[in-house]
């Protein structure tokens, strides 16, 4: 099961930040519980970061969160049962993936079918999680660890499997980056040349599944969302060019996770509030200076339309 571990700032040996900043990253890198929480945000960052630029893309951020959301009946069921806790992550994760994929490709109806089967999918499965968490008689703290992680708690053979996760994830998707790029963006001109439309959309959901349970592990089944979405929706509104917008998206959610980290060792408030704020502040900052840039740009062409119009 799931333990929790208390906040940082009670831990023994955690001061203050001093004058000199090495001082301070060597302090908190003193702990081992520290090293594998970066190590382990890293790892959730890159596939959060990969797959999630796909899932905005791809406007499943509905269907991503209720994948996310469900990693908790999973976890909790896992723990009635006495199993791994991330086995029940995994199976939830891939059990609601697999139902939305059943959903047919993306029509006007079929968004609405889409819609409604990850509804009902969430409903489904959040109610066998209240049933899990009702027949669970350990700590309440872990209950609390499922739904908001444990991410002080990470242990090193956990890191190598997110390690692993994260490489699967990523190699996946260069794999099929051509044809699920072109599926995602116009995937009428797609089946048209033969792609399999259908197969890549299952692929895809079981490749966010496992994204979902990964970050799990560390996030909680509540917080996984901010790290699949907020970096994703902030590079895309950066630049609408595919490579670069996921090298940013996995640069945000590794700065916030890290930044994150970082500041909660030095303060009493937890992980997952830092991170999701941080992520949050991103999107605001980058929404608010692409909008400022357009409007910089509608006034000097407004400016220099008269004479632009002329003909030398």
């Known amino acids: 099961m799931v333990t929790a571990v208390p906040a940082l700032a009670g831990l023994p040996g955690v001061t203050g930040l001093s004058a000199n900043p090495f001082t301070d990253l060597s302090n908190m890198l003193a ?17 959060t970061g990969v797959v999630g630029w796909f899932m905005v893309l791809r406007r499943q951020s ?16 896992a723990a009635v049962l006495g199993v ?3 086995d029940g992550y995994v199976a939830f994760c891939l059990i609601a993936a697999l139902a939305i994929a059943a959903v047919p490709p993306s029509t006007r109806r079929a968004f609405s079918e889409e819609s409604a ?5 969430q409903a489904v499965l959040l109610g066998l999680g209240y049933l899990f968490v009702t027949l669970y008689h350990g700590f309440v703290s872990s209950v609390d660890a499922l739904l908001f992680g444990s991410m002080l708690g990470i242990t090193s053979g956990q890191v190598v499997e997110l390690a692993v996760v994260a490489v699967i994830g990523v190699v996946a998707i260069a794999a099929l980056w051509r044809p699920l790029l072109l599926s995602s963006v116009v995937p009428d001109l797609a089946a048209a040349r033969g792609v399999p439309v259908r197969l890549l959309a299952t692929a895809f959901l ?31 509104r950066l630049t609408a060019r595919p490579l670069a917008g996921v ?28 991170i999701t704020t941080l992520a ?9 200076a692409v909008l400022a840039t357009d409007r910089r740009a509608h006034r000097a062409r407004v400016r220099t339309g008269p004479t632009a119009a002329v003909i030398p």
């Not at 945000?41 to 596939?47: I, Q, R, T």
């Not at 991503?64 to 009946?73: N, S, Y």
């Not at 089967?117 to 999918?121: I, L, N, S």
């Not at 079981?206 to 994703?232: C, N």
């Open 31 to 47: 702990y081992p519980f520290m090293v594998n929480a970066f190590r382990a945000g890293a790892a959730v960052a890159v596939v």
């Open 84 to 86: 791994a806790v991330a």
């Open 247 to 274: 090298v940013l998206s996995v640069a945000i959610g590794l700065g916030v996770t890290w930044a994150g980290l970082a500041i909660a060792y030095w303060s009493p408030y937890p992980i997952g509030f830092w």
């Open 280 to 288: 949050f502040a991103a999107y605001v900052v980058a929404h608010v």
């Open 117 to 121: 089967v990850t509804g009902t999918v």
């Open 206 to 236: 079981v490749l966010l599944g496992l994204a979902a349970a990964a970050a799990s592990q560390i996030t909680g089944s509540l917080l996984v969302f901010a790290l699949l979405v907020m970096p994703a929706a902030t590079a895309q």
């Open 62 to 77: 509905f269907a991503g969160h209720t994948i996310a959301v469900v990693g908790f009946p999973g976890a909790a069921g």
